[in-house]
């Protein structure tokens, strides 16, 4: 069944929308460098940013409900509840087929609109502006539904540091979203798609997976931001380590004479 993409929005308020870009641009700025003024590059953003609430109402949300109707008639309540660790697997790792494959479309589109499919660096720019768009609206849903509740100082004040775990996670999770898109990018770019693809996935339920150890009592809710935490510098190093390699390259290639082609540096008589 379907489920309703304005519930992956919640009530829109300027904070969260503020809250969302802060958390996002940075990112963006850092792993994006020389392509910022490329109009395709916001264009795959806003792109990645409204296609969130779709992909997760119309896509994730359906399989998951459908995962969970089969556990339920194979197995009971307290088996499923034994077994959590494993029957929660499809579940989470169908969250990042269908997150990081949206990222990768948006990214490959940016791609197609620049005319650069096989340049790794512009591949890698392109998956960091998709992570940007979807992390940072994912963030906006989160920040409405807080705001939503009513959070004030005097909340703060009251449950310390657990009343910011939301913002904690968000702070954590978006530079994941950038991250795990930038390495997708890259992959389609250089001619990797699958490699790279998978990475981001495993990744990604990889992140997802502390919520499952979360439920079953084998980590606390701040055990968990650490979990997110590594995860997503992994994700974040592996990007920034791209793309020094691909600027590297990039410095390396010879320089292209005025009449537009390589000069050869096979010797004369030689076999090429």
Not at 1 to 10: K, Q
Not at 23 to 30: E, G, H, S
Not at 60 to 68: E, H, K
Request: glycine fraction near 10%; avoid cysteine; hydrophobic fraction near 55%.
């Amino acid at each position: 069944m379907l489920a309703d993409p304005r519930t992956f929005i919640g009530v829109p308020g300027w904070r969260s929308a503020v809250l969302a870009a802060l958390f996002a641009l940075p990112w963006l700025v850092a792993l994006a460098r020389g392509h910022l003024r490329r109009w395709q590059l916001w264009a795959a953003l806003v792109a990645a940013a409204i296609l969130f609430p779709f992909s997760i109402a119309w896509v994730q949300v359906p399989i998951q409900q459908g995962l969970n109707l089969l556990w339920t008639r194979l197995l009971t309540m307290p088996d499923i509840q034994r077994y959590l660790l494993a029957v929660a697997v499809p579940s989470i790792v169908t969250s990042g087929l269908v997150q990081e494959s949206a990222k990768l479309l948006v990214a490959i589109a940016g791609l197609r609109l620049l005319g650069a499919n096989r340049r790794p660096l512009a591949g890698l720019a392109m998956g960091v502006a998709a992570g940007a768009g979807y992390g940072g609206f994912e963030a906006f849903w989160v920040f409405n539904q807080i705001f939503a509740s009513g959070i004030t100082w005097a909340t703060v004040q009251l449950y310390g540091v657990a009343a910011l775990l939301g913002f904690i996670e968000r702070f954590l999770t978006v530079p994941f979203h950038v991250g795990a898109a930038a390495l997708a990018g890259y992959g389609y770019a250089s001619g990797r798609p699958w490699r790279f693809l998978l990475l981001a996935i495993a990744l990604h339920s990889l992140a997802n997976y502390g919520a499952i150890l979360l439920q079953a009592g084998l980590l606390d809710a701040l055990s968990i931001e650490l979990w997110v935490a590594v995860v997503g510098a992994v994700a974040v190093g592996l990007a920034f380590a791209l793309r020094k390699r691909s600027v590297r390259a990039g410095a390396e290639q010879p320089a292209r004479p005025a009449g537009g082609s390589t000069p050869s540096t096979t010797p004369p008589g030689a076999l090429s």
